[in-house]
C-alpha cells in the first residue's frame, strides 16, 4: 500500500470494507478527515483520532511513538468515542449527523453526515458578495438556534471558526468538527495539554490559559469572532494580545463594529460587539439571551414581561399616573356640586289622609239608552220634551231712581235684545227661539246623517269619560297611599 504521510491512501477500505476512503479533506491536531462512501455507494465523511505528537502510522495501522503513551492513547480512544455518542444524539438541522463510530487501523472512526458545499472562510475570501445583511442576520438567527440547542444538551463545540460552519447550496449553515475530544485528551494527557489547540482571532482567552473554565460564553465569543470577521472582511486580533492590552490598561486593539452600520440592526452589531468582551462576565450569558436580543418582536415581548414582573417599575408608573390625575383636577377643578337640603332628624310630620275628591258627573256612566238612540220608537222620541225647563218668570226690575228717567226706561227692556243703537225687536225678528218653539224643534225627526254623527260622537265620548273614570280611581288610591306612607 502506497503511503501518503500519516494519511490514509485513496482506496484504503475500513470497518471490513463497509468503508472506502476517496480522498484526504483535512488534518489538525487531532485528527484527520477524509471523503469516503460506504457499501451503498453514498458520500460520507470518515473522521480518524490521530493526535500525531504522540502517533505514527506504520502499513497503515497508527501505534504510539512511545510506550509511555499507550495508556494516555486509550484515554483519548475513549473520549473520541464519548464525543461521538453524544453528537449522535444531537438531532438539529444546522448541526452535523454522526452515525456511527467503530475501531479499526489501531484507532478510533466517526462516520459523518456528507453536506455538499464550501465553508465559511472560503465564502468570505472568494466571494464575500455572495451574502449580504439579510443572508448574514439570518445567517446568524440559524446558528444561534443550533448553538443554544447544544448548550442545552451540555455539549461545548469549543472550536467554532469560518473553516468549520460549511454552508449548503441554499446557504444553510452546518456546524462540523466539534474540538471537545480536543479539549478532554488535553486534560488526561501531559503530552496533548503542552499543544495549543487554539484558533488565533476566534478563540476567547480562556482557551489560552491551561485549566482555565469554558463555558457556554466561550462558544460565543467564538461565534462572535467569526461574524465580526464575515462582517467588517477581517479576522479580529487574537483575544491573547487583547488581554495583554488590558492588563497595561491600553487601547484595546480590536475596533468594535459602528452601531450605525448600513443594513443592520443597532441591537444586531452591539449583540457582537458585546460577546467579542475580553472577560466572559461582560458577555451575554447564552445563545437564547443573543437571540433574543438580535429579534426585535422577541426583544418587545421580553420587555413587556420584564415590565409586568418588575414591581418597583408598577409602582412607580402609579405614582406617576395619580400625580398626573391631581395635576388635572387642579388644573380644570370639578364644579361645586348644589348644596343639598338639610336633613330633617325630628318626628315625620303627619300628613292626613286626602279627602274623597267629589264625584263629577262626568264621572257617571252614560245611560245605556244612548246606544239605541237611532232605533228607538217615536214614541219613546216624543217624551224629550218634557225635559225642557220651563220658561222663567221675568226678574221684576226696580223702580227708576227720581231724575234718572233714560236709565229707567233703559232697564224696562229686554235684558238679551238692549242696545243704545237699535230699537227693540221680538225674539223671532232677531232670529232667536223662545222656550214654546224650542219642544217643537226638538220633537222633530233628525237627520240620517245627523243622526249617525250623533252616535258616534256619544260613542267616542262615553269612551272618554271611562278612561276619566279609572284615571282618577287609580289617582285616589295613590293619594291614600302615599298619605298612609307619610303617617307611619
Known sequence: MEVYGDELP????????????ECFLNSGGFGITYLARDSLGRKVVLKECFPAVMCCR????????????EAEFEKILDLFGREARALSELDHPYIVGVHQIFRDNGTAYMAMDYVEGRDLLQVI??????????EISALLVKLLDAVSY????????????????????????VLIDFGAAREGASRVSRVLSQVMTVKDGYS??????????????????????????????????????????????????????????????????????????????????????????????????????????????????????????????????????APSMPKHYGPRPVIPPAPPKRRRV???????????????????????????????????RKAAKPGRPERAAHAAEPTAHRHASAPAEAPEAAGLETHEAMPARAAA????????????????????????????????????????????
Not at 60 to 65: D, I, L, P, S
Not at 125 to 134: D, F, S
Not at 306 to 314: F, G, P, T
Open 150 to 173: 447544544m448548550h442545552d444538551r451540555g455539549i461545548l463545540h469549543r472550536d467554532i471558526s469560518p473553516d468549520n460552519i460549511l454552508l449548503a447550496e441554499d446557504d444553510s449553515p
Open 204 to 337: 476567547p482567552q480562556e482557551f489560552y490559559i491551561s485549566g482555565s473554565r469554558q463555558a457556554q460564553s466561550s462558544d460565543l465569543y467564538a461565534l462572535a469572532a467569526t461574524f465580526y470577521h464575515l462582517i467588517s472582511g477581517n479576522a479580529p486580533p487574537s483575544s491573547h494580545l487583547r488581554l495583554a492590552a488590558a492588563a497595561k490598561n491600553a487601547e484595546d486593539p480590536l475596533a468594535p463594529l459602528p452601531e450605525t452600520l448600513a443594513g443592520y440592526d443597532r441591537h444586531f452589531c452591539e449583540a457582537i460587539n458585546r460577546c467579542l468582551s475580553v472577560f466572559p462576565q461582560d458577555r451575554l450569558e447564552s445563545a437564547q439571551a443573543w437571540r433574543d436580543m438580535i429579534d426585535i418582536e422577541r426583544r418587545q415581548r421580553m420587555l413587556l414581561e420584564k415590565a409586568r414582573n418588575d414591581k418597583e417599575l408598577v409602582r412607580r408608573v402609579a405614582e406617576i399616573v395619580s400625580q398626573s390625575r391631581k395635576d388635572m383636577a387642579e388644573a380644570d377643578p370639578e364644579p361645586e356640586p
Open 362 to 396: 262626568a264621572d257617571a256612566a252614560p245611560p245605556s239608552d244612548l246606544h239605541d238612540l237611532d232605533d228607538a220608537p217615536a214614541a219613546a222620541r216624543e217624551v224629550q220634551p218634557a225635559c225642557t225647563p220651563p220658561p222663567r218668570p221675568a226678574r221684576p
Open 445 to 488: 225627526p233628525a237627520p240620517a246623517p245627523l243622526r249617525e254623527a250623533t252616535a258616534a260622537g256619544v260613542s267616542k265620548l262615553r269612551r272618554i269619560i271611562a278612561a276619566t273614570g279609572r284615571f282618577y280611581s287609580v289617582a285616589r288610591k295613590f293619594d291614600s297611599f302615599s298619605a298612609q306612607e307619610a303617617m307611619k
Open 10 to 21: 485513496p482506496g484504503a477500505e475500513l470497518c471490513q470494507g463497509q468503508y472506502t476512503i
Open 125 to 134: 475570501e472568494e466571494t464575500p458578495e455572495r451574502l449580504g445583511p439579510a
Open 58 to 69: 506504520h502499513s497503515g495501522t497508527v501505534h504510539v511513538r512511545s510506550r509511555s503513551n
